[in-house]
């Protein structure tokens, strides 16, 4: 019994909030997270194809999507390069231009 009440009454009493050194492991994952993978990735994404940062191609179907489901004229539909029946769109034909021009 009176060794509980001296554990008790040497208990470090708590400063009510969260301690920066806590954090510090959580900072210190994420700093190595971006140096050691993210950041030798995207230099060489860069280097591989120097037109992705100037350009970023996400989804080039969405005409010919929209229209299979019956929705031609949806607004993601004029961020296509291709129109609903396959045809080329004059972005597409760009694209084309510039990538034989880097080969």
């Known amino acids: 019994m009176l060794i509980s009440q001296a554990y008790a009454q040497t208990a470090p009493t708590g400063t009510g909030g969260m301690d920066i050194m806590s954090l510090l492991p959580l900072i210190l994952m994420f700093v190595l997270l971006y140096f ?3 950041r030798p990735q995207m230099r060489r994404t860069k280097e591989q194809y120097p037109w992705v940062g100037a ?8 005409a010919i999507l929209r229209a299979r489901s019956g929705q031609p004229r949806h607004e993601q539909a ?3 390069i291709l129109n609903a029946d396959g045809s080329p769109r ?6 084309q231009e510039y990538l034989a021009q880097l080969r």
Request: no cysteine.
């Open 78 to 80: 004029s961020f296509g």
């Open 90 to 95: 004059p972005s597409f034909l760009a694209i």
């Open 36 to 38: 050691l993978l993210l």
């Open 55 to 62: 350009m970023f191609l996400w989804n080039l179907n969405f």
